[in-house]
């Protein structure tokens, strides 16, 4: 059983540019929650996905958009990238009962 | 912005040695968690003890919860070199279909 994936490893970008980010969750599970974290802090929340929409919002700017697809599939897009967009972005999924949040390996964001 | 905070933010010790590390936060939970993050990968999930706990074990861990004063405190015994990691704090609250917010974590260096 895989569990958590994304894709890709690591990417750079240039400031301005777009970009998206994927994430497959663990089988059985419905919800996706995006993390953005910053070298040498905890993850931050960015917003979480079930049933296709988004529930829950931290405090991001407009800028970081997402979407969920049927098959549970998540992605992160990030418009009018900064050099501050630059962090690990995380990918959690979670059980359809329980409280525990499984993380995938992340994508590392380098904006130049 | 951080729910909570990690004392120490760096931890130093000898193998065999135990390690102990101390989380805060600011608002009412239903749940806390602790993770361990490898050279900024994804996190795994280490333990989640429940407001109405006190103690929780998990072979060489233990985690103790005081509501009254917002903390816990993990304790991992016998530490070995493999425990070198970064140790987060999340509390969320009922579901996995809430949002996590995580201290800004313990850096952990177990010297063989």
């Known amino acids: 059983d895989a569990g958590v994936t994304q894709s890709p490893t690591h990417l750079i970008k240039t400031r301005g540019q777009q970009v998206t980010l994927r994430c497959s969750p663990k089988?059985?599970?419905?919800?996706v929650s995006w993390y953005q974290q910053a070298l040498g802090q905890g993850p931050q929340f960015i917003f979480q996905y079930y049933e296709e929409e988004e529930r829950q919002r931290g405090n991001f700017p407009d800028r970081f958009s997402g979407h969920q697809f049927p098959n549970y599939s998540s992605e992160l897009n990030v418009n009018a990238l900064l050099l501050g967009d630059s962090a690990l972005y995380l990918c959690?999924?979670?059980?359809?009962?329980?409280?525990?949040?499984?993380f995938g390996p992340g994508t590392r964001l380098t904006v130049l | 912005s951080q729910q909570g905070e990690e004392d120490p933010q760096a931890l130093s010790i000898q193998e065999g040695e135990n390690a102990t590390m101390n989380c805060s936060y600011k608002t009412s939970i239903n749940n806390l968690q602790w993770y361990r993050q490898n050279s900024g990968r994804g996190l795994v999930h280490l333990i989640l003890i429940r407001s109405n706990e006190r103690e929780k074990h998990s072979g060489r861990l233990r985690v103790t919860l005081d509501t009254s004063k917002k903390s816990s405190s993990l304790l991992i015994t016998a530490s070995r070199a493999a425990d070198t990691a970064s140790y987060f704090c999340?509390?969320?609250?009922?579901?996995?279909?809430?949002?996590?917010?995580f201290g800004s974590g313990t850096r952990l260096q177990v010297q063989p």
């Open positions: 089988s059985g599970h419905d919800t």
């Open positions: 999340a509390t969320g609250m009922d579901t996995g279909r809430r949002a996590l917010t």
């Open positions: 959690a999924s979670s059980p359809l009962e329980g409280n525990e949040q499984f």
